[in-house]
């Protein structure tokens, strides 16, 4: 991976799993911190009406309509991270996403 992850970009990130490389949403990523991890919440096709799930809009680059559940937070390795996404979510969405993880975080 040439590109350091941006907060706000998806990215297709490689979770070690066979087979299972998904779409997230990066939250946080600095180059001047001691390890060489993002922090991202999953984008899934799951949806539980939860107060920690956010609908996305659609786009052409999820098949179905997805959502993020900010639960599924999580360090990535920049290594770990494929390709970017060919497109952003706009403000409202970012805007969504910060409000169901404070709410998850209870802050």
Same mark, same amino acid.
Do not use: D, F, G, T
């Given at each position: 991976? %040439? &590109?350091? !992850? =941006? !907060?706000g970009e998806a990215w297709f990130i490689d979770l070690g799993m066979v087979v299972k490389l998904r779409y997230a949403l990066v939250l946080a990523a600095q180059t001047d911190a001691r390890l060489a991890? &993002? %922090? *991202? *919440?999953? @984008?899934t096709k799951q949806f539980e009406g939860t107060p920690y799930e956010v609908a996305l809009p659609r786009v052409p680059w999820l098949q179905e309509q997805s959502y @993020? $559940?900010?639960? %599924?937070? =999580? !360090?990535? +390795?920049? $290594?770990?991270f494929v390709r970017k996404a060919p497109g952003k979510f706009d403000a409202r969405v970012i805007s969504e *996403?910060? &409000? &169901?993880? +404070?709410?998850w975080l209870s802050f």
């Open positions: 991976m %040439s &590109a350091i !992850p =941006q !907060p991890l &993002a %922090s *991202v *919440v999953l @984008i @993020i $559940n900010v639960q %599924s937070i =999580q !360090p990535v +390795k920049y $290594n770990e *996403v910060e &409000a &169901a993880l +404070k709410r």
